[in-house]
């Protein structure tokens, strides 16, 4: 067995005092261990969207096309790749077509998924089967979604044709290859698909409504329908912000739904900037085209980015 032993201060001598932490050193270490934490992330925003846009805004202003793939050689050519661009009227069409697109969705998908959400605050019997059977439009891919639409959507061997022939409505209806139609038909596909998004975050927010509030509310004399007005809607004012910014961040830049349904057609009808982007690059093989017309899409994309930030500060003070 070991004993140890301590070295006591001679008589008179003063014991030193323990040495403090260096301040500076503190905060050092500190800020490095939050830049440890912080770079994995920074890195991978760097490599797999700083790179990808900033090469998307250089190849904007270059002649790309299928012969750089071989000789690597892309020179620039100033603005001409915006000016042909914008000078194009189809430009202009898809543009148009895209802001309807949008706002018909949005306006669908929000009023139906904020009464949807109304509807089922209450508690009935299969409240939560019938919740889930609502989402399996938000499950199942868009492109399969939009291949089984087509195929309801036939003018010819249709079922929504057909259910109408049965009724004695018509039965004829060129939904998807008219060009009066075709643009409404792909909007409503849209809305049915971007419902249970809307329902399933507007539900989550009128649960957190203190119930106090319709207590009092009712007290006061107030309907329904005031109720919903004055304590509803303010309430769920931050819910609705993010609904509808992120479903226009989504809808804006849809591609896959409308190839799948027209492709774009009948004579360009249903093309949009998403469209004309995959057009312009991958069918035509104008490299610098597609790039301008996908520059025009982040653009306005960062522009409703910086409204949901705006809107979230505002919100928070």
């Not at 323990?18 to 050092?28: M, N």
């Not at 090469?55 to 690597?72: A, I, L």
């Not at 007005?229 to 739904?257: A, E, N, W, Y």
Request: proline share 6%.
């Amino acid at each position: 067995m070991t004993t140890s032993t301590v070295t006591a201060p001679a008589a008179g001598e003063t014991p030193k005092p323990a040495t403090a932490p260096d301040p500076a050193r503190l905060r050092r270490r500190r800020r490095l261990a939050q830049w440890g934490f912080v770079a994995p992330a920074v890195v991978f925003m760097l490599l797999f969207f700083g790179y990808p846009l900033v090469r998307n805004v250089v190849m904007s202003f270059q002649e790309y096309t299928p012969k750089t793939f071989f000789t690597g050689e892309a020179p620039f050519n100033g603005t001409d790749n915006w000016a042909d661009v914008f000078q194009d009227a189809l430009f202009g069409k898809a543009l148009w077509h895209t802001l309807v697109f949008t706002a018909g969705s949005l306006l669908g998908q929000f009023c139906i998924g904020l009464a949807l959400a109304v509807f089922f605050s209450r508690r009935f019997p299969l409240n939560g089967v019938l919740r889930s059977l609502i989402l399996l439009p938000w499950l199942v891919p868009m492109v399969v979604s939009g291949m089984v639409w087509r195929r309801i959507l036939d003018q010819d061997t249709g079922v929504l044709n057909s259910f109408l022939d049965t009724l004695g409505l018509g039965g004829h209806t060129p939904w998807l290859t008219d060009p009066q139609t075709a643009l409404l038909s792909v909007i409503l596909v849209n809305i049915w698909i971007g419902i249970p998004f809307n329902m399933v975050i507007l539900y989550g927010g009128l649960q957190e409504i203190p119930k106090e509030l319709y207590e009092a509310a009712s007290l006061d004399g107030a309907s329904a329908w005031r109720a919903f007005r004055s304590v509803t809607l303010p309430m769920l004012r931050p819910v609705i912000t993010v609904v509808l910014v992120l479903g226009f961040m989504s809808t804006v830049k849809i591609l896959d739904l409308i190839l799948a349904l027209t492709d774009g057609g009948p004579a360009d009808a249903t093309q949009t900037l998403g469209t004309l982007t995959y057009q312009n690059s991958f069918v035509q093989l104008d490299f610098g085209a597609g790039a301008v017309v996908g520059n025009v899409l982040i653009l306005i994309s960062a522009v409703f980015a910086v409204f949901y930030l705006r809107a979230n500060r505002t919100e928070g003070k």
